[in-house]
């Protein structure tokens, strides 16, 4: 049994806020509030999921790697969401990896139990519709950004979604780190870091990613960033 949730944790996930509170009650129980540690994995290429988690604070990468191990970031998860969707989906394993990106901590599940609390009247799976499909259209126009536009405008996008998850203007990233999300060489990242610092939209020193102009990255990044922005805000208001 989870241990159960303290009334003390500040529950921050908008999913779990949106519930109607009888239905909010009925899960409790089955809530654990977990940590989210950097680099943690929440479940692992194809291995069975053994949880579903519905992050407060920080932010969780869904990755994928190649046969030569070039690892993608191909969608973010915050406090917006749910890592798992694929068991809601009535699948128990991805080939995508869930690593914690940005420190944090969760409300976590067992699978078994949140498959046996869904039933198409819950507002919960209401709201788990919207936010796949918000969740696709992320992933999907990734897809098209890494192929079509600039590393500098995808790196916008990436700080700006990152940036309004993680909730702090300041925050720990490593260039290798963000050479893997965006699938360039470190050296790519280090121009492009170097050009966003120039321009006074970002301070970056020893590993702490400082945001100071959002609104000059918004104008630097590409489309993708404000269509996804805008479906997620429409779909889950």
């Excluded at 806020?17 to 943690?40: D, G, I, M, Q, W």
């Excluded at 970031?73 to 009535?90: I, R």
């Excluded at 925050?171 to 050296?187: D, G, I, N």
């Excluded at 000059?216 to 479906?231: A, F, N, R």
């Amino acid at each position: 049994m989870p241990v159960p949730c303290d009334p003390q944790v500040l529950i921050e996930n908008r999913l779990l806020l949106a519930l109607p509170s009888e239905e909010y009650e009925r899960l409790l129980p089955h809530l654990e509030n977990v940590s989210l540690t950097f680099k943690e994995v929440l479940y692992g290429s194809r291995e069975p999921m053994q949880y579903v988690y519905f992050p407060n604070h920080g932010v969780v990468s869904l990755l994928t790697s190649l046969s030569d191990n070039t690892v993608t970031e191909v969608g973010l998860v915050g406090n917006e969401g749910m890592v798992g969707v694929p068991v809601f989906l009535g699948a128990d394993t991805t080939p995508f990896k869930a690593i914690v990106q940005l420190s944090g901590d969760a409300m976590r599940m067992k699978k078994d139990v949140f498959k046996a609390s869904l039933n198409q009247d819950t507002v919960l799976h209401f709201l788990l519709q919207r936010y796949t499909q918000a969740l696709m259209i992320q992933i999907s126009q990734s897809a098209a950004c890494n192929w079509h536009h600039s590393v500098e405008e995808r790196c916008c996008r990436w700080l700006l979604m990152t940036h309004e998850r993680a909730k702090t203007d300041q925050f720990p990233l490593t260039q290798e780190f963000l050479s893997k999300m965006l699938a360039v060489r470190r050296a790519t990242v280090t121009v492009v870091a170097g050009t966003l610092q120039k321009a006074g939209l970002i301070r970056y020193s020893r590993g702490q990613m400082t945001i100071l102009d959002r609104l000059g990255l918004e104008e630097t990044t590409c489309e993708c960033y404000m269509l996804v922005k805008q479906e997620f805000d429409r779909l889950l208001g």
